[in-house]
């Protein structure tokens, strides 16, 4: 009886990706897009899919970019294009309230203190534009 190995990464294919952070910083900026809902391809590992939200490109300021080998080039998407949001926990707590179809805005609005911790977070506001 033979063995065939199961183990091993999928084959991902590259999608572009909302830039809300570069070296650690937060990038500054806006986007606006139709939420299409948690991407739910089988990735590797627990935290791979969870907080990882899909849209149709609207408009925005915020850098969007496409890993090509191992650096990533910026990219210019038309109205209706598809991308992926990697979204920290606050901001995947406010898109699971989101319901698909709507127009969200994210608004990139830096680092802000927290004054309970004394310490840094990015800012991240999510809002429905009605």
Request: aromatic residues 8%; hydrophobic residues 35%.
């Amino acid at each position: 009886m033979g063995k065939r190995e199961l183990s091993g990464a999928p084959d991902l294919k590259p999608e572009p990706t909302l830039v809300l952070s570069k070296d650690k910083k937060p990038v500054l900026g806006t986007f606006r897009g139709e939420y299409l809902g948690l991407k739910n391809d089988k990735a590797v590992g627990a935290f791979a899919n969870k907080y990882i939200h899909r849209f149709a490109f609207i408009s925005g300021t915020l850098p969007i970019e496409l890993k090509q080998g191992d650096k990533y080039v910026s990219v210019a998407l038309d109205k209706g294009d598809e991308l992926i949001v990697f979204a920290n926990p606050p901001m995947h707590t406010a898109l699971l309230k989101a319901e698909v179809g709507m127009t969200l805005d994210i608004d990139s609005n830096g680092e802000k203190l927290n004054p309970k911790t004394k310490r840094y977070y990015h800012d991240h506001v999510v809002s429905v534009v009605e």
